[in-house]
């Protein structure tokens, strides 16, 4: 089983500032790695899948980069909306055996 | 864009099984290029895959659970149904039901959501 890591655990950012969080896979699952967002009491929403590409709707400010093992969402400029938890998602494997990362919660600093 | 909503019980006894039903609109359930998956989120804790299904009825499922899950779907009612058995108060969770849209290779990622459906396992 891919195993999924992600630092820091909890980010604290001021509105307008840059936030950038990290996510490590235990093997190589190529660009096959999403991010999502969730806030409290609502279903994730995607963000990024192929780690890099912004799914419909997602604002500009939201990006994703890496591949391999080593991955990045950085939020440009953070937004009252944005602070939430936010999760990656590696679906390399066939059969599937898909494993999240454990969340790094964005909070106001 | 399809929309999807859980529904079942919202309380199991231990050791019964626990049975939900994810209801499908807005697009068929048969499209080629969709797997169909259930994730649950204990109260508090992260997110964990259960598993997925195909409009075929092939399935998947994480390994952990596989002796105790069961996934399938109905294309007639544009819905898919999880059932999980021998409940114990660790299967306590947010389930969720998502689409999985899939890339050339077959590998896919979860979107859009279901609304999630609490279940809690307790006498």
């Known amino acids: 089983e891919i195993v999924m890591t992600q630092s820091p655990a909890t980010l604290s950012v001021s509105p307008g500032e840059r936030a950038t969080l990290s996510c490590r896979a235990s093997?190589?699952?190529?660009?096959?790695l999403a991010w999502y967002q969730q806030k409290p009491g609502q279903a994730p929403r995607l963000l990024i899948y192929?780690?890099?590409t912004r799914a419909t709707g997602i604002p500009a400010r939201f990006s994703g980069s890496g591949s391999g093992t080593e991955f990045t969402l950085t939020i440009s400029s953070l937004q009252s909306e944005d602070f939430a938890v936010y999760y990656c998602?590696?679906?390399?494997?066939?059969?599937?055996?898909?494993?999240f990362g454990p969340g790094t919660k964005v909070d106001i600093k | 864009q399809v929309q999807l909503q859980e529904s079942g019980p919202g309380l199991v006894k231990p050791s019964e099984t626990l049975s939900l039903t994810c209801t499908v609109s807005g697009g068929s359930i048969s499209r080629s290029s969709y797997y169909w998956g259930w994730i649950r989120q204990p109260p508090g804790k992260g997110l964990e895959w259960v598993g997925s299904?195909?409009?075929?009825?092939?399935?998947h499922y994480n390994p952990s659970l596989k002796s105790r899950v069961t996934i399938s779907v109905d294309t007639s009612k544009n819905q898919f149904s999880l059932k999980l058995s021998s409940v114990t108060a660790a299967d306590t969770a947010v389930y969720y039901c998502?689409?999985?849209?899939?890339?050339?290779?077959?590998?896919?990622?979860?979107?859009?959501w279901g609304q999630g459906t609490l279940v809690t396992v307790s006498s």
């Open positions: 192929g780690a890099s």
């Open positions: 998602q590696q679906y390399n494997n066939w059969p599937p055996l898909f494993t």
């Open positions: 299904i195909y409009y075929s009825g092939s399935t």
């Open positions: 998502a689409a999985a849209p899939t890339d050339d290779y077959g590998r896919c990622w979860f979107d859009p």
């Open positions: 093997q190589s699952v190529s660009s096959n």
